[in-house]
């Protein structure tokens, strides 16, 4: 077959620009298209279905621009063809009014990305074509990204048993850093007696505590250890991506849905999906959830027909569940199907004792990624550490690790290392150190201001590790006026 040399040359040969091929029987049209979007596209023209047929057998095309009314097959009837055939290239069909009705009705047959109404604004036309390439572009991401995780699953599959082992070890139980007596041992006991039952787990817990490494650690203690273990936050997207995320879509179920997407309960399957954040949830997901869960099926977006699944559901959040049933935010039959057994991770404030082994290990592999090998902890900043409240538990332990490492110079990581607050971390806990860290509720003004000043001296000093002449400097004090007031205190190293 051959083809007009006008019809098929585009109009900027550069292998950097996206392809557009316009398809139109009238020149005139051709032209003005041409020169709206030459500058940001290669372009290539066509008169009709079957030249543009022939093109796209021999030019891979990102979008085309399709009228309606040509000789021999409408524009709706072509991009259907184009839809089978290269699904991957953005549709785009122009027409006047009077044709909007038979466009209208193939919209989702054809799969048309946008229909625009002539007489068309360059400008228009323009925004159009680039928010179709980009559309293609995130399209693809996502389609290479999904191949990488289902490659990934089949990796994790096929892995020997001693590789397998070697997963379960890095991520059991035992793994989890906490001290002799911890009342960690509790939940871990809880959690490891559970994980061979193949019942769904609620972890409660503020944020911050471990709750992912939990489940996980139940996943890979459980009969379905070879499977995959999948996470979604339900608190990062909303509800209708959501959805599509973790029960999948139909190609042609909504605009940009270019092929079928398996959810992750399909990709999860003979394995174990962690949803974090579920107190974050809509009443009309939980719906949708529910239903999951009672049938062991899921309905993808668009889709006519179940698919059956077969994981195992850990949940997961910060929220009261119980209080927010009661006030009508969380479906009370969901909650029980969720929790068939509720595990609570308590938070660091009252589990002290695992403040330190726990900084000794983030130190560790903190300072691994930072590439500070060897750093230590001192006992003074273990102190602090200890000393500190922690409302953001790990997380904000971790950080403020590697906040010190990464402004801290030398392998020994001092208490001067630590941000502010955790070196007046006493007094903001209302704890008690060795001169009563809060400021006392009753006795006279000296009395309540000579608390004061000792958790000022005391801060500053730790700030300085222990220089006495820089300490003093910054008081504005004398050296000896400064080791007097420390005498008083009672402040020693």
Not at 356 to 376: C, F, K, N, S, Y
Request: glycine letters at 8%.
């Amino acid at each position: 077959m051959s083809f007009p040399e006008s019809a098929v040359t585009p109009s900027t040969l550069s292998d950097d620009l996206p392809t557009v091929l316009v398809v139109d029987d009238e020149v005139r049209s051709q032209d003005a298209m041409r020169r709206t979007l030459d500058e940001d596209f290669t372009v290539f023209t066509a008169s009709s279905a079957e030249e543009a047929r022939g093109l796209l057998e021999r030019q891979p095309v990102s979008v085309i621009l399709c009228d309606q009314r040509m000789p021999g097959m409408s524009g709706v009837a072509f991009l259907k063809e184009v839809r089978e055939h290269w699904p991957d290239t953005v549709r785009i069909v122009i027409s006047g009014y009077t044709d909007s009705e038979d466009i209208i009705a193939g919209i989702n047959e054809a799969g048309i990305y946008q229909y625009i109404l002539k007489p068309w604004a360059p400008d228009h036309l323009l925004e159009s074509v680039r928010n179709a390439v980009e559309t293609q572009t995130l399209q693809r991401q996502t389609s290479r990204l999904d191949l990488e995780l289902r490659t990934s699953t089949r990796v994790l599959r096929q892995r020997t048993a001693a590789q397998m082992a070697q997963a379960r070890s890095h991520f059991g139980f035992d793994r989890m850093v906490r001290a002799p007596g911890s009342p960690l041992d509790l939940v871990c006991a809880m959690a490891e007696r559970t994980a061979r039952y193949d019942i769904p787990v609620l972890v409660l817990g503020e944020s911050g505590t471990g709750k992912e490494l939990l489940a996980r650690a139940i996943h890979y203690a459980s009969p379905r250890h070879t499977g995959p273990f999948v996470v979604e936050n339900c608190a990062a997207i909303p509800d209708s991506l959501l959805e599509s995320e973790l029960f999948g879509h139909k190609r042609g179920a909504f605009t940009g849905a270019f092929e079928d997407h398996p959810g992750l309960f399909q990709r999860a399957s003979g394995g174990t999906v962690f949803l974090d954040e579920i107190g974050e949830t809509t009443p009309a997901f939980q719906v949708k959830l529910l239903r999951v869960l009672q049938e062991g099926e899921v309905r993808p977006v668009g889709g006519a027909r179940p698919v059956p699944v077969d994981v195992r559901v850990i949940a997961a959040t910060h929220r009261q569940l119980e209080q927010r049933v009661r006030e009508g935010l969380f479906r009370e039959d969901l909650y029980y199907r969720l929790a068939g057994i509720s595990i609570t991770v308590p938070p660091l404030r009252d589990r002290v004792a695992d403040i330190a082994p726990i900084a000794r290990q983030l130190l560790v592999d903190v300072a691994q990624e930072l590439g500070h090998p060897g750093a230590t902890l001192p006992d003074d900043a273990l102190a602090c550490l200890v000393a500190y409240p922690w409302p953001g538990n790990i997380r904000e332990l971790r950080n403020e690790i590697a906040r010190a490492l990464a402004l801290h110079d030398g392998h020994e990581l001092s208490a001067a290392a630590f941000s502010g607050r955790v070196l007046q971390g006493r007094a903001a806990g209302g704890g008690a150190d060795d001169l009563g860290a809060a400021v006392p509720q009753s006795g006279t003004l000296g009395e309540r201001l000579d608390v004061i000043e000792a958790m000022v001296l005391r801060e500053t000093l730790l700030r300085h590790r222990w220089n006495k002449t820089r300490a003093a400097q910054e008081l504005g004090l004398s050296r000896v006026g400064l080791r007097a007031k420390m005498q008083r205190f009672g402040l020693e190293k």
